[in-house]
């Protein structure tokens, strides 16, 4: 089974903090990709990458970069955080080889700036 | 800009009947995936169902069955049997040409004792 890990489940950060969150997933996928979740607007895509220091721009990258530097690891940014950045942080990965475009995700990172 | 519509944000059901859960989507492409993700509370997004387009047969898996209408861009879940374990966030997914992910907005789905 494919496994994406978050490192944290919850997070409490103030305002103007760098914030790093981590994925990693075990499968040797090459797509993966950063969301948030809010309440009535579903999944929405910050940056994803296809592969070792490729990225690419989402629907809602403003505040945010990303850091792909090994295959199995792609870190979520937050330069200096903003109470408006308060959400559920979601990592999926998928893979080429699967012609599905099935992504797997992880459990979440629930992320409170003050 | 492609996009997911789930125009039901909440939903409950007793146990033991069956449900319909809508999405629509907006697409020019002639084959694709279509998914059903379920986000049960504080636990991980896992999917349900998918549908490739060009497929006339509509999928299933165990109690979840989805009706595909490709004409109409229509592509509703149906959970049979509903059980106390299938309340959740439901999350109809497209992906657009590259890879990435679309989703709608989500139904809350409540099953009911």
């Known amino acids: 089974d494919v496994k994406v890990t978050q490192s944290s489940r919850y997070l409490v950060k103030r305002t103007g903090e760098k914030v790093f969150l981590e994925c990693v997933q075990d499968?040797?996928?090459?797509?993966m990709f950063w969301y948030r979740q809010d309440p009535g607007l579903g999944l929405r895509l910050i940056y994803f990458s296809y592969d070792v220091k490729m990225k690419e721009k989402g629907d809602i990258p403003e505040g945010y970069s990303v850091s792909r530097e090994k295959k199995e690891r792609f870190s979520l940014i937050l330069e200096s955080a903003s109470t408006n950045q308060t959400s559920m942080y979601l990592c999926a990965s998928s893979s080429y080889r699967e012609v599905t475009d099935t992504q797997y995700f992880g459990p979440g990172t629930r992320l409170t700036v003050l | 800009a492609q996009t997911v519509t789930q125009s039901q944000p909440e939903m409950s059901v007793q146990e033991a009947e069956t449900v319909t859960l809508s999405c629509t989507y907006d697409?020019?492409?002639?084959?694709?995936?279509l998914f059903w993700y379920k986000q049960p509370p504080s636990r991980q997004m896992i999917l349900v169902i998918r549908q490739e387009a060009y497929k006339q047969q509509n999928a299933t898996e165990n109690r979840f069955s989805v009706n595909f209408q490709k004409a109409a861009k229509s592509f509703s879940l149906k959970i049979s049997d509903s059980q106390l374990g299938d309340t959740a966030m439901y999350f109809c997914?497209?992906?657009?040409?590259?890879?990435?992910?679309?989703f709608g907005a989500g139904t809350r789905l409540t099953v009911k004792p």
């Open positions: 997914a497209k992906p657009p040409l590259l890879n990435d992910m679309r």
């Open positions: 697409t020019s492409e002639s084959n694709y995936y």
């Open positions: 499968m040797d996928h090459e797509n």
